[in-house]
Each structure stands twice: as structure tokens, then as C-alpha cells.
T-cell receptor, first 113, second 113 residues
Framework: DSGVTQTPKHLITATGQRVTLRCSPRSGDLSVYWYQQSLDQGLQFLIQYYNGEERAKGNILERFSAQQFPDLHSELNLSSLELGDSALYFC????????????FGPGTRLTVT | ELKVEQNPLFLSMQEGKNYTIYCNYSTTSDRLYWYRQDPGKSLESLFVLLSNGAVKQEGRLMASLDTKARLSTLHITAAVHDLSATYFCAVGTIGGSQGNLIFGKGTKLSVKP
């Protein structure tokens, strides 16, 4: 158990809908990262937040957005969902200084039908 | 653009044999990660390599890094069935953010009796 929690574990929804994925980082970690894992694209970095501010952006679609709240939990919002958005979405967190480790949560499996 | 290539992508081994997974990356990096993923599960951190010539070992797995050749290897010694999983290498980008991990496609390892 990495200490990173994600909810929900599974999500099934229809095309065109909007969903929110939630992540709580390890206690004390200020950085949160979102990754998408799909059969087509593999593991892709989406976005990083550090202490509430966006720090880095990867291959994140305009239909997707994220934020990190004052209590450091983060949410990834996916809208106008398409079949191709079906994937495993991971959140990871890392300590603010010193360590380069990223600790991954259990993931949310999103199925768009 | 940083690219990470792993080979082989599929590896079927017999128990007791040795083998090496290779990870090449295209531009300078200061961090190299190895992760393990069991089917439907999260990513488990195995090693983080931070300097040229770094070597780390845990049980039957040993990872090394050659930053000049932009190559990391994951060596498996006397494989056992429990090592069956998918192994990913990931490379971190230089400077600033601790984010932006770029992953290889993964090596699916199957160890047979």
C-alpha cells in the first residue's frame, strides 16, 4: 500500500458524460501527478500539481482538467467522454523535497460505453 | 522530444534462467525508474537510479544505469514464477519539476516452470 488513495475504483459511464476522479496523496506529499494507461497509448503523463498550483502539463486533452485543493487532494475532471477515454487513470504523489520517488495509487478504471 | 524504448516487449523465461531487459532513452535525463505492474494493479516502484554507473539490487533483480549510453538494464537472476509481471522503465526530465515521467511500453515477463 503506497499511501495514495483514489476513488472510485471503477467507473462505467456513457459517451458524452462528465466524471470526476479523486486522489488523496500520501500524508505530507505536496506534489500530485495524473497518468493515463491505455492499451493504445501506454502510460502517459497528464498533469502535475504542486501545493495547489499547476506545475507541468503533458498529453492532457482540452476536455480534461484537474485541480489540487488546499487540503492537497486532487481531482481530475473528464468531460464529453469518448470511447477512447476508457483507460486506467493513476494518481501519484511525491515528497516536496529530497526524494525523486513517485508513489502510485491503485488507479481508477474508467469504462466509457 | 524524450522517447523511451524497452526491449524486449515480451519475454517468456524458464525458471532458473537469467535474462536482461533493456531501456534506451533519447535525450539527457537525471532520473531513471523501474516499476513493476501486476495485471489490473498499480505500479510498484522497484528502483530509482540517479547517477551514471548507479547499480541497485533487490533480491533477484538488479538495475544499472549508463547515462553516457542513455541505457539502463534490469537483470533477472534465476527467475522464479513470482517475477511474472510487466516491467516498465521511466525517465524523468531534466530540471525543475519532479514530474514528466516518460514511460517505455513495458516488458511483459512470463516465467514458466
Amino acid at each position: 500500500d503506497s499511501g495514495v488513495t483514489q476513488t472510485p475504483k471503477h467507473l462505467i459511464t456513457a459517451t458524452g458524460q462528465r466524471v470526476t476522479l479523486r486522489c488523496s496523496p500520501r500524508s505530507g506529499d505536496l506534489s500530485v501527478y495524473w497518468y493515463q494507461q491505455s492499451l493504445d497509448q501506454g502510460l502517459q503523463f497528464l498533469i502535475q500539481y504542486y501545493n495547489g498550483e499547476e506545475r507541468a502539463k503533458g498529453n492532457i486533452l482540452e476536455r480534461f482538467s484537474a485541480q489540487q485543493f488546499p487540503d492537497l487532494h486532487s481531482e481530475l475532471n473528464l468531460s464529453s467522454l469518448e470511447l477512447g477515454d476508457s483507460a486506467l487513470y493513476f494518481c501519484a504523489s511525491s515528497p516536496s523535497t529530497g526524494s525523486y520517488e513517485q508513489y502510485f495509487g491503485p488507479g481508477t478504471r474508467l469504462t466509457v460505453t | 522530444e524524450l522517447k523511451v524504448e524497452q526491449n524486449p516487449l515480451f519475454l517468456s523465461m524458464q525458471e532458473g534462467k537469467n535474462y536482461t531487459i533493456y531501456c534506451n532513452y533519447s535525450t539527457t535525463s537525471d532520473r531513471l525508474y523501474w516499476y513493476r505492474q501486476d495485471p489490473g494493479k498499480s505500479l510498484e516502484s522497484l528502483f530509482v537510479l540517479l547517477s551514471n554507473g548507479a547499480v541497485k539490487q533487490e533480491g533477484r533483480l538488479m538495475a544499472s544505469l549508463d547515462t553516457k549510453a542513455r541505457l539502463s538494464t534490469l537483470h533477472i537472476t534465476a527467475a522464479v514464477h513470482d517475477l511474472s509481471a510487466t516491467y516498465f522503465c521511466a525517465v524523468g526530465t531534466i530540471g525543475g519539476s519532479q514530474g514528466n515521467l516518460i514511460f517505455g511500453k513495458g516488458t511483459k515477463l512470463s516465467v514458466k516452470p
